[in-house]
């Protein structure tokens, strides 16, 4: 990446999705999603596949219609799916970057990145300054006179990205733009993602199912489920203080742990052992205790834990992410220790969980 590249910080609009829904047939697709995004923020939307990922960015770039709720940009309406109103796609100041790169076959590198500028009106020497720009900032300035058909997936990716940068679009928008990529030059490319980003000064908003993607991208995770929005914050915030049970086995390396108990007489039990004590819910009554991947360890059989069999010890900057099944559960936990498949262990457990959800999979404080 050189140096020369003019920064066009600050040009990011603020994203207010309120209440949003998206109906197909009887099915929401999208139900009541709402969040508040920041200027200049990178927001992943994270979820498993069929979750509404796609159809909330869809909206967001006006390529779908919202079935209800609004969609603004900073104080600007860009669909109210009550009234049905709407902004055209092509004037809400829009870049997309899909899974698939469609390359003009027949026009060199720098005329793909110029031809939307061509489009929008701009000079022939502004376009070249610009496109010579933003082939530096993802460094494939070399490859200007190449076709597409001579370069490599992850370049043409590239030049799919300069291509939607070039036009110094508001919002950028990103739907698992990497999956195409192999493992390496995934993790090599987010990197450059997050600083196109960065020097874009767009409000970016990321679609992928990979949550250490989204850990490693974001600054701000909504993470979909069914059409609903689990949780929106930042990935501290989701980390440190998921709101469902869902979140908290979901994002994490490893995640945190889930072991569901019964109330008896006041006491969280699993299995004979108290999850949590003081627990005012009557008998019968069953709760998910959290605890912090961080707190938990592995021991030989002898002494109080829950009972687990190993599957795989996985080496990791010098330790071993031991992967457990409890039951139909598989579990992750860091150990100095590298077990034998199929060892035969416990799961030991700090004195308080780090946070309780109840049946439904939301957070259960009662302490609040
Ligand atoms: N055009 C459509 N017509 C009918 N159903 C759709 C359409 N687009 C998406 N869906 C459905 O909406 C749900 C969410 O899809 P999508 O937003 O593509 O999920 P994701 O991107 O998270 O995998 C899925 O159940 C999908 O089958
Ligand atoms: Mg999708």
Redesign the pocket.
Known sequence: MTETTTPDVGRGASITVDRLV?S??D?R??NEVSMDLPAGALLV?L????????????MIAGL?DPSGGRIRFGDKTMADGDSGAAVPAEKRGIGMVFQSYALWPHMTVRANVEWPLKVAGWGTAERRRRSAEVLGMLGIDHLAERYPGQLSGGQQQRVAIARTVAPRPQVLLF??PLSNLDARLRVDTRAELVEVHRRSGATSVY?T?DQIEALAMATHIAV?KE?RLEQFGTPDELLENPQTAFVAEFLGSPAAVLIEGTVASGELMHEGIALAAAVPLPDGETLSAMYRPEAISLAEQDGTGVDITVLESTPSAGRFVVTVRRGAKRIAVVSETRYPVGARLRLVLPEEPAALFDAEGRRWDHLA
């Open positions: 998206k197909f047939g099915q697709a999208v939307l979820g498993p596949s069929g979750c509404g990922k796609t159809t909330t960015l869809r779908e739907d698992e679609v199912h979909l059409g």
